[in-house]
C-alpha cells in the first residue's frame, strides 16, 4: 500500500519534471516546487494541534530549536494513516514534538532516541504532560552508539531519521534490520533550508560539507536496490523509502 502511494506521488512529480533529489533535470524542478510548494494542495490537513502542541511550537521558535512544520508533518501523517502502524522509532527527538504528534494522531506506540542533554530533558517534561506518554518511550544516547538489545518490541513499521545529517546513511544502515519487511523508513531535512540549491561557493566550509553529505545521501537513496524512494519537497525536504519485498523463487 505505500508502495502505490509512493508510485502516485512519484507520477505527479515526474510530470512536473522534478522526480529526483538533484541532477537528471531535477533540480531546477525541485527548486520550483520548494519555493512554491505545488504539493501542497493535496494535504488533507490532519494535524490538530491543541495547548501542549502550541506551547512547543514557540518554544522551539525561542530557542531555534528545529522541529517538523506542519506541511513535512501533513505529509508524514498521509503516508502513515495508509498502514496504520503499531510501533515507530524516531532518530533524533528535540523536544518531543514529533513523537507526541505521532503518536496522538496515529495511535502509534513511539520510540525515541535523544543525545543533547538540554533537548532529552525538555523532551522528558513535554512527553510526560502529553496525552500520549504511555505510548512513547524516550531514550537518552547517541543513535549511532545505541545498544538496540534494548530495544523491547521489534521490528517497527516505520523508522523516521531526523538527527545529525552527515550520519544520515549510518543512522539509515544501522537501524534498517529492525525495519518491519514492508516497513517504511523517513528521512527529514533533506533540502537543508534551500541551502542545496545554493552554489556551494556561497556557502561556508561547513555548509558547504553538510550540503555535499546530503546531497551524497539523496542519491545513494534513490539508487538503493532494495527500496523505491520519493523526494517531496514539503517541509524541509522529506524522503519516503518503501522497502521492496523480494519473490522467494519456489521450487517446481
Known amino acids: 500500500m505505500w508502495l502505490h502511494a509512493i508510485r502516485l506521488y512519484r507520477n505527479k512529480l515526474r510530470s512536473l519534471k522534478c522526480h529526483s533529489p538533484q541532477g537528471r533535470k531535477g533540480n531546477k524542478g525541485m527548486e520550483q516546487l520548494y519555493e512554491h510548494n505545488v504539493i501542497l494542495d493535496t494535504a488533507f490537513k490532519m ?23 506542519d506541511s513535512g508533518l501533513e505529509t508524514v501523517l498521509q503516508f502513515l494513516k495508509l498502514k496504520k502502524p503499531k510501533r ?25 532516541i535523544e543525545r543533547d542533554d538540554q533537548h532529552y530533558e525538555k523532551a522528558c517534561e513535554y ?12 531514550y537518552k544516547a547517541d543513535a549511532l552508539e545505541f545498544d538496540v538489545l534494548l530495544f523491547e518490541d ?18 539509515f544502515e544501522k537501524y534498517e534490520p529492525f525495519l518491519a519487511s514492508d516497513g517504511l523508513m523517513i528521512s527529514d531535512n533533506l533540502l537543508f533550508h534551500g541551502h542545496i540549491f545554493v552554489d556551494k561557493k556561497d556557502l561556508s566550509n561547513n555548509l558547504r560539507d553538510l550540503t ?17 524512494t520519493i523526494f517531496l519537497p514539503l517541509g524541509d525536504g522529506i524522503a519516503f523509502s518503501y522497502r521492496i519485498q523480494q519473490e522467494v523463487a519456489r521450487d517446481e
Open 47 to 69: 494535524i490538530k494541534h491543541d495547548d501542549l502542541s502550541r506551547e512547543m511550537r514557540e518554544y522551539a521558535e525561542l530557542n531555534n530549536v528545529p522541529i517538523i512544520d
Open 88 to 112: 515507530i522509532l524516531e532518530i533524533g527527538s528535540a523536544i518531543g514534538y514529533w513523537s507526541t504528534m505521532i503518536a496522538r494522531h496515529t495511535g502509534s506506540q513511539v520510540v525515541t
Open 127 to 138: 512527553i510526560e504532560r502529553s496525552s500520549v506518554s504511555e505510548r512513547i518511550r524516550i
Open 154 to 171: 521489534k521490528p517497527f513499521d516505520a523508522i523516521f531519521i531526523d538527527a545529525a545529517k552527515s550520519a544520515y546513511q549510518r543512522f
Open 212 to 228: 555535499r553529505k546530503i546531497k551524497t545521501y539523496s542519491e545513494w537513496l534513490a539508487e538503493h536496490p532494495n527500496y523505491e
